[in-house]
C-alpha cells in the first residue's frame, strides 16, 4: 500500500523566501506526483502535474521535480497568497489506488 | 467550463447511507479520458480518496472504504453520485467531487467542487 510522507508537515517562512517541500513514497510504483494547494475553506487546486508541468494559470514561480521515490514542489519567491497548505498526490497503478501525502502548511515567519 | 456542484444532506445518522450527487455543467460528463472522483476531508486533516468512476460504469475505490462505497453515473442528468453505508462519526468530513484527467500513466485532479460538509450524529 503506497504511503505519502510530506516534510516538513509545517513551515514558516518569509515573503520573498524560496520554499522546498518534499513528498517520498513508500515504494516507487509511480514514476510521477502532482502537487496541490489548499486555503482556508476553499477546495485544493491543482498546480503541478506529471511531476513537473504547470497547470495552465499557476504562476512560474513554482516548479516541480522528483522521480523514484522523492518529488518536490519549489516556491522561487513566496508571495503573500502562497501561504497555504500544500498536498502532493500519486496513483499507484496496480492496484489502481490514489494516494494523498499529509500535507505541509506554509506559514507567515 | 467545466463546473462541479455536490449536493445532499449535511447531517446523516449513524449506521445509515450518506448520499451525495455531483453535478456536471459546462461540459460532458462523457468526455473521454476524464474520471470523476470523490475525495474526502476530516475537519483539520489531510485528502483522502473515496473512488473515481469513468462515464462506461468502471469503477475504482480506495480499497479501505470499498466494502461501503458505491458511485454511479447518470449520463443523460450529466451527474455522478457517491453512496457510503454504515456511516459513523469518523466518516464526518467534507467531501468533494473532482474530475481527474487521464495523463498517460498518472492522473491529476483538475477541477474540484466547492465541497460539501457532512456530518454524522444521531
Known amino acids: 500500500d503506497i504511503q505519502l510522507t510530506q516534510s516538513p508537515s509545517f513551515l514558516s517562512a518569509s515573503v520573498g523566501d524560496r520554499v522546498t517541500i518534499t513528498c517520498r513514497a513508500s515504494?516507487?510504483?509511480?514514476?510521477?506526483a502532482a502537487w496541490y494547494q489548499q486555503k482556508p475553506g476553499k477546495a485544493p487546486k491543482l498546480l503541478i502535474f506529471a511531476t513537473s508541468t504547470l497547470q495552465s494559470g499557476v504562476p512560474s514561480r513554482f516548479s516541480g521535480s522528483g522521480s523514484g521515490t522523492e518529488f518536490t514542489l519549489t516556491i522561487s519567491s513566496l508571495q503573500a497568497e502562497d501561504f497555504a497548505i500544500y498536498f502532493c498526490q500519486q496513483l499507484s497503478p496496480y492496484p489502481r489506488k490514489v494516494a494523498f501525502g499529509g500535507g505541509t502548511k506554509v506559514e507567515i515567519k | 467550463q467545466v463546473q462541479l456542484q455536490e449536493s445532499g444532506p449535511g447531517l446523516v445518522k449513524p449506521s445509515q447511507t450518506l448520499s451525495l450527487t455531483c453535478s456536471v455543467s459546462?461540459?460532458?460528463?462523457?468526455?473521454?479520458?476524464?474520471?470523476w472522483s470523490w475525495v474526502r476531508q476530516r475537519p483539520g486533516k489531510g485528502l483522502e480518496w473515496i473512488g473515481y468512476i469513468y462515464y462506461s460504469g468502471s469503477t475504482y475505490y480506495n480499497p479501505s472504504l470499498k466494502n461501503r462505497v458505491t458511485i454511479s453515473v447518470d449520463t443523460s442528468e450529466n451527474q455522478f453520485s457517491l453512496r457510503l453505508s454504515s456511516v459513523t462519526a469518523a466518516d464526518t468530513a467534507m467531501y468533494y467531487c473532482?474530475?481527474?484527467?487521464?495523463?498517460?500513466?498518472?492522473?491529476?485532479?483538475?477541477?474540484w467542487g466547492q465541497g460539501t460538509m457532512v456530518t454524522v450524529s444521531s
Open positions: 473532482a474530475r481527474v484527467e487521464q495523463l498517460g500513466d498518472t492522473h491529476a485532479f483538475d477541477i
Open positions: 459546462g461540459g460532458s460528463i462523457s468526455s473521454d479520458g476524464h474520471y
Open positions: 515504494q516507487g510504483i509511480s514514476s510521477h
